[in-house]
């Protein structure tokens, strides 16, 4: 806990990678996502755009990751997120949206979002920046036609001080 304005609050992974970001002036954050073997870059666990909702969560669960990339299934690029928070809002009487193609669940729910994506080639403090703007836990790395390769999160970002 921490205290903001003489109230307590949970200090979250925002809050360290927001104060790295502001006051750490060290060499890190010029380098690049490869320079820093930053990220996951294993096969990242997606679903396409053709799946349910439920089939999405059923993946973010068997995987325990907080979210998973949509990928169309036409050309395989990176369409949107699924997020294990999207599931928070759903009601018992909108259980059958579970059961909708994940891009009309995210739609019907009002949570669709632009994917955001870096390359490798993105520095650290760009990265940063993206994840504070966007008040996002992760980006997902793309190569130049927009396939997912990798992601990084906050994770990831913090981990980098304490090599």
Partial sequence: LISVNDEARLLTQTDVVKYLYE?????????????LSLGSMVKVQSIKD????????RVIFKEQVGAVPVISATHGKLIST??????????????????????????KRNIIRSPVHVTVDTHLSEVIRIVLEGKIHRVWITDLQSHVVGVV??????????K
């Fill in 23 to 35: 006051n750490d002036k060290s060499p890190l954050l010029s380098k690049s996502i490869q320079e």
């Fill in 50 to 57: 053709t799946d349910t909702a439920l089939n999405g969560f």
């Fill in 82 to 107: 699924l997020s294990a928070s999207d599931v928070r809002s759903l009601k018992a009487g909108d259980l059958s949206d579970l059961l909708l193609v994940v891009t009309q669940y995210l739609s």
């Fill in 153 to 162: 999160t906050l994770s990831d970002i913090i981990r980098l001080w304490y």
